[in-house]
């Protein structure tokens, strides 16, 4: 049997990780969810997640603060960016930062579902 | 050329007018098009060949057409299973509210497949006053994105009233909601609504039975807003432009006042609400 992966969804959309963590439970994860980059830090550091999807624009801290702040912490903790802001640019930035994906909002069940399958092979 | 904004069409050209176009939009909520409409739009049969039909029932017009030979039953099962858009919608509803006749219904749709420009660009151009003539661009393709939208992820066909820019009625009890992109180029937009149609938004949008206002409908907004002003990003970005957005802002009761402001009226079927266009946060706090 698959271990149940531990992931933290961190965005400021209440909705965004209400239906988030539904789709994330489907594919057999455990979900933590955080609201902005500063709560996402705190999460990673005291919960030691398999994975992040992380949104951008967030108060506080925002994403791509959060992705450089994260990979020092852990390198190789996989993290996939789940944003409405899916530029070429931002998409460059964040894989430059050590992102795993970039998957832009809004976003279907296949895309999730192939990002747990990613965090699970990293995990594994 | 996007077929979903015929009524637009009809509406900038002021084919049929705003009291009209609301009334046929609550109407096209409840109606499916037609095989006669279908049959026309599609090329099978001339509008004036049908006529005098298409106000019969279906089946009776089933039958007419294939006695004379108008249709062939494999014509006729073809249109049967066509998948068809709002535009459709709107058009048989124009017809059965008795404002166009099928011939020049069918003759103002060839004359919209053969315009070039965005109907939704032409709609901004109408109501933009001089003085914003250097935003006209901008603001015609951030409309463009934003109507998608509507249809996209809030499931309601809608117009943009080009004759009355402002929400009927007294608006007491109002949300508002605004969203920042700066760089290359800077745009605040967002919505200004009665909190019945701001509610109902909310709804659509997080596929949810919300009764009030509460931080999950106004979330919902937020998210919506977020989402389209990211898909207009990507699009300017496409265009070289880059842009990034800021925190989406959220207020209650409180009126629009930005630098080089548009306010345009969206007409849904279930009531109406302004998108409003800026140079700078139009959300006084």
Not at chain 1, 102 to 111: D, E, L, N, R, V
Not at chain 2, 11 to 30: D, G, H
Not at chain 2, 65 to 84: D, F, K, R, W
Not at chain 2, 229 to 240: D, H, M, P, S, T
């Amino acid at each position: 049997m698959e271990k149940k992966l531990k992931v933290i969804i961190a965005d400021d959309s209440q909705l965004l990780r209400k239906k988030l963590r539904v789709e994330l439970e489907k594919n057999g994860c455990e979900v933590i969810e955080a609201e902005n980059g500063k709560e996402v830090v705190m999460q990673v550091l005291k919960d030691k997640p398999d994975g992040v999807i992380l949104d951008i624009v967030m108060p506080e801290i925002g994403g791509i603060e959060a992705l450089q702040t994260l990979k020092e912490i852990d390198a190789d903790l996989p993290i996939i960016m789940l944003s409405s802001a899916g530029t070429p640019q931002k998409l460059m930035t964040t894989l430059q930062l050590g992102a795993l994906d970039f998957i832009q909002k809004p976003y279907t069940s296949a895309q999730i579902k192939k990002a747990v399958e990613a965090i699970r092979k990293r995990a594994e | 050329m996007n077929s979903h904004y015929f009524g637009q069409y009809l509406l900038n050209k002021k084919i049929i007018t705003s009291a009209e176009a609301e009334k046929v939009l609550e109407y096209s909520l409840s109606v499916n098009p037609q095989i006669p409409l279908l049959a026309v739009v599609q090329g099978m049969v001339t509008a004036e060949k049908l006529n005098d039909y298409y106000k019969l029932t279906k089946s009776e017009f089933i039958e007419k057409s294939t006695l004379e030979g108008i249709l062939t039953n494999a014509q006729i099962g073809a249109l049967l299973q066509m998948n068809t858009g709002e535009s459709m919608a709107f058009a048989q509803a124009t017809l059965e509210l008795g404002i166009l006749d099928l011939v020049e219904l069918s003759k103002h749709f060839e004359q919209y497949k053969k315009e070039e420009s965005s109907v939704i660009s032409e709609a901004i151009d109408i109501l933009a006053p001089a003085d914003l003539e250097n935003e006209k661009a901008l603001y015609g393709n951030y409309a463009e994105v934003f109507m998608r939208s509507l249809i996209r992820f809030l499931n309601t066909p809608a117009l943009i009233d080009v004759n009355v820019p402002v929400i009927d009625g007294d608006c007491v009890k109002t949300h508002i909601v605004s969203q920042a992109l700066v760089g290359d180029t800077e745009l605040v937009a967002g919505i200004y609504a009665p909190d019945e149609v701001f509610l109902e938004l909310a709804c659509r949008y997080s596929q949810e039975s919300l009764e009030k206002i509460d931080d999950l409908a106004k979330d919902s907004i937020l998210e919506f807003i977020n989402v389209m002003n990211g898909l207009f990003a990507v699009e300017l970005a496409n265009r070289q432009i880059e842009v990034d957005l800021d925190l989406p802002r959220l207020a209650a009761n409180s009126e629009p006042f930005g630098n080089q402001q548009l306010t345009v009226r969206i007409d849904m079927g279930f009531g109406s609400f302004l998108l409003v266009m800026a140079g700078d946060e139009f959300i006084i706090s």
